[in-house]
Structure formats: structure tokens, C-alpha cells
């Protein structure tokens, strides 16, 4: 079982927009600003979409969006498009003891 | 252009040991704290270790500790894990990944570059 709670999967239609939800504890996410969120594509490795809770890298579409509130952050992807179909990990530091814990991960589909 | 390149994975017996390398390029290796994040056929990403930019701070997930150890080599730009007393849960694809962001004691916000992987697979 994951530290952090994700939904197992998520569907939109082109053009929509969807919510993915990453539910922690006051331990980590409720904690600290530093929730990131990671893209995998099948047999690839993770790519970086927004870090510290709602910032967005270099290169990355400003479809993306990250938010928190209480212990809960969340991943909003606007204008949903075919190549947005993958698997998304949320991330959160937890403190030095445990560091780092990831959600389960979520699969997108675009219907 | 950045580029991490992990190698070293296979088959091993439970009770084995196996050594992971991770050869960077395209930055400055020895400026940046690096990680291992593995994941499971089939499941999740975990986090497993961590070292800072000069070695000074390691840190180790629970499930891990113990048994793996993580290094690096600033001269060689490459990061090191071993792996010892393989248990059959320890079977995923690892990945290194670059650590950045707002650092405390080797401890920086986000990963923004990851490898494409190695497959350990622990099986008798």
C-alpha cells in the first residue's frame, strides 16, 4: 500500500479537463510545499510535470496545473489530448525519517 | 542535454548481491544530490536512497537499510548502488534520478531528470 492515495484511474474526453487527487497525511503533504508530479508513459521512464505543489518546469504544457489544500494536492490537466494518456505519480517529502513517498499512480485515459 | 544511463541490472538468487551504476553527463555530476527510486512490475514508484552532492549525507528507505548501500564517484560522474541480501521484493526496474530544488542537508525538492532504468529481478 502507497503512502499517498491516488485514484487508479482517471478518464476524459479530448478537449476536457480532469482532476487527478493525492491525498496524504499532516506528515507529508499537509506539511510541506514540496508535492511534485511525475508522467510515465508505458516502458519509460517518469517525466517531471509540476513541482513544488504548483510549479511548472521548463518545456512543460501550461495545460498542467498544480494545487493543495489541507492534505490533499491535486493535478489539473486542461484541453485533455491523446499523448496526455499515461500513468501520473504524485510525490511528497515526509520528513527525515522517511523522506520521500510516492502516491500509487493514476492512469489517465483519453476516451 | 542531460543524460543518466543506469546499468549493472540481471538476475539474481534471493540471498545474492548486485552492483547498479549510473553514468551522468551533460551536467555538473558533483553539483547535484542524486537518487534511486525503484519500481515494482506492475506497480509504484518508491523511493530508496539518497546521497548529497559530496557523499556528507545518505539516506536510505526503511525497506532498504541495511542491506543496500549508495555511493558515488564525483571523478567519474557516476552514482552506485549495492545491492545485498536480494530478497524476491526487491525485484523492479531502479532508476537514478537528479535531485534539485530547495536543498536541506541533501534532502532537494523534486527529481527533475530520471534514467530509463535497469531490471533487477530476484528469482531462484
Known sequence: QSALTQP????????Q???????GTSSDVGSYNLVSWYQQHPGKAPKLMIY????????VSNRF??????????LTISGLQAEDEADYYCCSYAGSST???????TKLTVL | EVQLVESGGGLVKPGGSLRLSCAASGFTFSSYSMNWVRQAPGKGLEWVSS????????????????RFTISRDNAKNSLYLQMN??????????YCARAIGYCINGVCSYFDYWGQGTLVTVSS
Open chain 1, 65 to 74: 496545473s498544480g494545487s493543495k489544500s489541507g492534505n490533499t494536492a491535486s
Open chain 2, 51 to 66: 546521497i548529497s552532492s559530496s557523499s556528507s549525507y545518505i539516506y536510505y528507505a526503511d525497506s532498504v537499510k541495511g
Open chain 1, 52 to 59: 513544488e505543489v504548483s510549479k511548472r518546469p521548463s518545456g
Open chain 1, 17 to 23: 479537463s480532469i482532476t487527478i487527487s493525492c491525498t
Open chain 1, 8 to 15: 487508479a484511474s482517471v478518464s476524459g474526453s479530448p478537449g
Open chain 1, 99 to 105: 523522506y520521500w513517498v510516492f502516491g500509487g499512480g
Open chain 2, 85 to 94: 541480501s536480494l530478497r524476491a521484493e526487491d525485484t523492479a526496474v531502479y
